[in-house]
């Protein structure tokens, strides 16, 4: 199975980048680094990655107005392949544009419980708050500094007579354990088989009249006082698969699908004699978009006539 590409932002000393980068290291890691880059040339980070064979890109921002630093990051990342960026103790306030065009692929670390102690100083915050714990937070990146989903944390106990930095070395041993899994769960969902039958009924459920109903065993989508429209399977008769079935408009664009691009599309036992195609779910790229589209798709050529009709109307206006 191929492994997610991931991209490391650092800034400095960058241990949690080496959490990340050993963590990749084991069999069964579910991501690879393709590259770690920083804003600082001189980062001790950037020579522990190279000395670890990892491709490695320094520049300084200095100079430069934001767009366009972040600009050559955002070369740099498309030209390593990377498919998500791990941001680790990178001390950038990031351009909307960069944000935008990683959203939902770009992670960070941040040593509180968020949303409490967002910013610098969390330590001494927690700590002068009377807090009984401090920790760490993975969260999605969007437009807010240290504001998007959290994807996973660890509190840590606050002990009597602590200090900011007694209590910043235990956390790092916390940042260290919680990242590469975290990161390791979100690049995976992508082939686990809950979280893409989620997708896909979300999807599916969005479309007018659609109801879910199992089939042989699979989940199956169909619209009301209409036919089915879509399959989830997953491991069906243990073929060893996870995949979308919808219906193709005939045989001959079965075959053109299979024929152009048969690493994506299969044609389904069963019903592949009835025109339907199999879509592949579990090689970790899925394009929703392309996904959904066909749902509605094989939606239209599902529903009855008097919801189509409807739409055909609207999508005039
Ligand atoms: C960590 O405390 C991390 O939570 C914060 O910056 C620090 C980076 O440390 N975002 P390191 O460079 O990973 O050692």
């Given at each position: 199975?191929?492994?997610?590409?991931v991209?490391?932002?650092?800034?400095?000393?960058?241990?949690?980048?080496?959490?990340?980068?050993?963590?990749?290291?084991?069999?069964?890691?579910?991501?690879?680094?393709?590259?770690?880059?920083?804003n600082?040339?001189?980062?001790?980070?950037?020579?522990?990655?190279?000395?670890?064979?990892?491709?490695?890109?320094?520049?300084s921002?200095?100079?430069?107005?934001?767009?366009?630093?972040?600009?050559?990051?955002?070369d740099?990342?498309?030209?390593?392949?990377?498919?998500?960026?791990a941001?680790?103790?990178?001390?950038?306030?990031?351009?909307?544009?960069?944000?935008?065009?990683?959203?939902?692929?770009?992670?960070?670390?941040?040593?509180?419980?968020?949303?409490?102690?967002?910013?610098?100083?969390?330590h001494?915050?927690?700590?002068?708050?009377g807090d009984?714990?401090?920790?760490?937070?993975?969260?999605?990146?969007?437009?807010?500094?240290?504001?998007?989903?959290?994807l996973?944390?660890?509190?840590?106990?606050?002990?009597?007579g602590?200090?900011?930095d007694?209590?910043?070395?235990?956390?790092?041993?916390?940042?260290?354990?919680?990242?590469?899994?975290?990161?390791?769960?979100f690049?995976?969902?992508?082939?686990?088989?809950d979280?893409l039958?989620?997708?896909?009924?979300e999807?599916?459920?969005?479309?007018?009249?659609?109801e879910?109903?199992?089939?042989?065993?699979?989940?199956?989508?169909?619209?009301?006082?209409?036919k089915?429209?879509?399959?989830?399977t997953?491991?069906?008769?243990?073929?060893g698969?996870?995949?979308?079935?919808?219906?193709?408009?005939?045989a001959?664009?079965?075959?053109?699908?299979?024929?152009?691009?048969?690493?994506?599309?299969y044609?389904?036992?069963?019903?592949?004699?009835?025109n339907?195609?199999?879509?592949?779910?579990?090689?970790?790229?899925?394009?929703?978009?392309?996904?959904?589209?066909?749902?509605?798709k094989?939606?239209?050529?599902?529903?009855?006539?008097?919801?189509?009709?409807?739409?055909?109307?609207?999508?005039?206006?």
């Open positions: 199975m191929t492994k997610a590409k991209a490391i932002l650092i800034s400095g000393r960058g241990s949690n980048m080496m959490a990340l980068l050993y963590a990749s290291r084991l069999p069964d890691s579910p991501y690879e680094v393709v590259l770690v880059a920083s600082d040339p001189d980062a001790p980070g950037l020579a522990l990655a190279a000395a670890e064979g990892v491709s490695t890109f320094g520049h921002h200095k100079g430069l107005d934001r767009a366009s630093f972040d600009a050559i990051m955002d740099q990342l498309r030209a390593a392949q990377a498919e998500y960026v941001l680790a103790g990178y001390m950038r306030i990031l351009s909307a544009g960069f944000v935008a065009r990683w959203e939902g692929r770009m992670l960070n670390i941040h040593p509180s419980l968020l949303p409490r102690y967002k910013g610098l100083d969390t001494a915050r927690a700590i002068a708050a009984s714990h401090g920790g760490c937070s993975v969260h999605l990146v969007t437009a807010e500094l240290d504001d998007g989903p959290v996973g944390q660890i509190p840590v106990t606050i002990t009597p602590e200090t900011a007694s209590l910043a070395t235990r956390i790092m041993f916390a940042e260290h354990q919680l990242y590469p899994k975290v990161l390791a769960e690049v995976g969902r992508e082939r686990n088989p979280w039958l989620g997708k896909v009924r999807l599916a459920l969005a479309l007018p009249d659609a879910e109903k199992a089939s042989h065993g699979s989940p199956g989508f169909f619209v009301t006082g209409g089915f429209f879509a399959y989830f997953a491991n069906h008769h243990q073929d698969t996870i995949g979308l079935l919808v219906k193709a408009s005939g001959e664009e079965q075959a053109m699908l299979i024929d152009r691009d048969p690493d994506l599309y044609r389904p036992a069963y019903l592949g004699p009835f339907w195609i199999g879509i592949r779910l579990d090689q970790g790229n899925n394009d929703w978009e392309h996904l959904a589209e066909w749902l509605s094989s939606w239209r050529l599902s529903a009855p006539k008097r919801l189509t009709k409807m739409l055909d109307i609207a999508d005039e206006f």
